[in-house]
């Protein structure tokens, strides 16, 4: 009898100890990439920055940014974040030819903000 008991008593501690590992929430507030219009921006999550530098274009030519500097002003952005339970405010179109605040925020609640940056060189 006692060694059934000790049985069972170790199946509820096994069960009770493996039921419960989401009890810990992540804080994760990395972003792990950022591109518009497919153009990667370079993301530094200890400065809470993503940039990304667009050479001068030669004569109406766009190399690295499909429709020119205007097309920077679109809804055609992705984020990526580090962890799947991590969200962030941007959405509907924004105009990349300024700095735009993204706000991650994990699925503790701790937040951190970054700041994508666009540079367009001059025609």
């Not at 000790?6 to 509820?12: D, H, I, L, R």
């Not at 920055?49 to 030669?58: G, M, V």
Request: net charge neutral.
């Amino acid at each position: 009898m006692k060694s059934k008991l000790f049985v069972v008593a170790m199946f509820v501690a096994v069960v009770a100890f493996t039921a419960c590992p989401g009890d810990k929430k992540s804080s994760e507030t990395g972003i792990e990439s950022f591109t518009v219009h497919g153009v990667s921006y370079t993301v530094d999550n200890n400065a809470g920055t993503l940039f990304k530098a667009y050479p001068k274009p030669s004569q109406d030519t766009w190399t690295d940014l499909p429709g020119g500097p205007s097309s920077l002003n679109t809804a055609t952005y992705v984020v990526t974040l580090k962890h799947e339970k991590a969200t962030h405010n941007l959405s509907g179109t924004r105009d990349f030819r300024n700095p735009v605040q993204i706000i991650v925020t994990a699925e503790d609640g701790a937040t951190k903000t970054y700041t994508v940056t666009s540079e367009v060189g001059e025609l």
